[in-house]
């Protein structure tokens, strides 16, 4: 078995993108081309917090030729990369505005079959080797089908490995049936998803349960600009975070996704990883780089995150 407190995470992301970005700076226009989507910004943090990643991903096409050196540069990670035939996805935005706007995108046409074949078995076999396993999405649903989620989440679970799902829809439902140690979500998915009438605390609350009976052991609820909810260990606390003033708000959540991991990964409590992952997401909104954070600014938002008892699960 896998050492638990050794730092390793494997993160699954299926579907990564180019992302390119146009920024002002002062007078002149600036070009920002990177990796991007829900599991390379996940990655981006857990290296920041010190974990070791492991990151399952597929990329090919023109735009993957682009893709896959800029993914290999990630710092302090190991990629385990299967080669597409076919394109990758990608968005530009322009946010010379002050606000993001989309000039066009694409997610990348599906997996096919044998690419799909390869990557499920190494996306396996990396996430026994870690112990600890992030199930990220895709950026469209057409690109991988939510079964495969559900097949993945079961073998690895059959198997000892600790997963954490940052997903909705029907991806979530699919893999809630292997039983999860984390799900994190946020409260407008949770609208969407009809688990939750409207963003009042005791939709959310009643969402939260039901998550917890439907097979997540813990569950992590943010909500924007309000502090988050958490079920841990039959309990459900109010997370109040920082206040801080925000520069982007994408990515947050992604961060919140990562710092539990990775203190989980650590040998940390549920708690602190809750604690440490709320931090992370409060810090990633100062910054327009997503799923970026300084380590120490984490430690120190941390202490100030505060955890109140609201009432048990059950």
Same mark, same amino acid.
């Given at each position: 078995m896998p050492n638990m407190s050794d730092g390793r995470v494997m993160v699954f992301a299926p579907a990564p993108q180019l992302t390119v970005t146009i920024e002002q700076h002062h007078d002149e226009p600036e070009l920002h081309v990177h990796p991007g989507g829900q599991g390379i910004w996940q990655t981006r943090m857990l290296t920041s917090l010190g974990a070791k990643v492991t990151l399952c991903t597929a990329a090919g096409g023109e735009v993957g030729r682009v893709l896959t050196p800029l993914m290999t540069e990630l710092a302090g990670v190991t990629m385990r990369l299967v080669t597409r035939d076919h394109g990758t996805g990608w968005y530009v935005h322009d946010r /010379?505005?002050?606000?993001?706007?989309? %000039? =066009?995108?694409?997610? &990348?046409?599906?997996?096919?079959?044998h690419e799909l074949d390869e990557l499920y078995n190494l996306t396996l076999a990396e996430g026994l080797?870690?112990?600890?396993?992030?199930?990220?999405?895709?950026?469209h649903p057409s690109v991988i089908k939510p079964e495969v989620y559900g097949r993945l989440?079961?073998?690895? /679970?059959?198997?000892?490995?600790?997963? %954490? =799902?940052?997903?909705? &829809?029907?991806?979530l439902e699919e893999v809630l049936a292997a039983g999860l140690s984390v799900v994190k979500i946020s409260h407008e998915e949770l609208i969407k998803d009809g688990l939750a009438s409207d963003g009042s605390t005791h939709e959310l609350l009643n969402a939260l349960v039901k998550l917890n009976s439907d097979g997540a052991e813990a569950v992590l609820v943010s909500r924007a600009d309000e502090g988050a909810l958490a079920l841990v260990d039959n309990e459900i606390y109010s997370v109040t975070l920082p206040r801080l003033t925000a520069a982007e708000h994408r990515g947050a959540g992604d961060s919140m996704t990562a710092?539990?991991?990775?203190?989980?990964?650590?040998?940390?409590?549920?708690?602190?990883?809750?604690?440490t992952g709320a931090a992370a997401g409060a810090l990633n909104v100062t910054r327009h780089g997503l799923g970026t954070g300084h380590v120490d600014a984490v430690r120190v938002l941390t202490e100030r995150v505060r955890l109140t008892p609201i009432r048990k699960a059950s």
């Open positions: /010379r505005s002050g606000s993001r706007q989309q %000039i =066009a995108e694409r997610p &990348g046409v599906p997996l096919s079959r080797r870690a112990g600890i396993a992030i199930l990220s999405g895709p950026a989440a079961t073998d690895l /679970r059959a198997n000892g490995c600790r997963v %954490i =799902a940052d997903l909705c &829809g029907r991806y710092g539990v991991a990775a203190t989980l990964a650590h040998g940390g409590s549920m708690t602190e990883a809750v604690r």
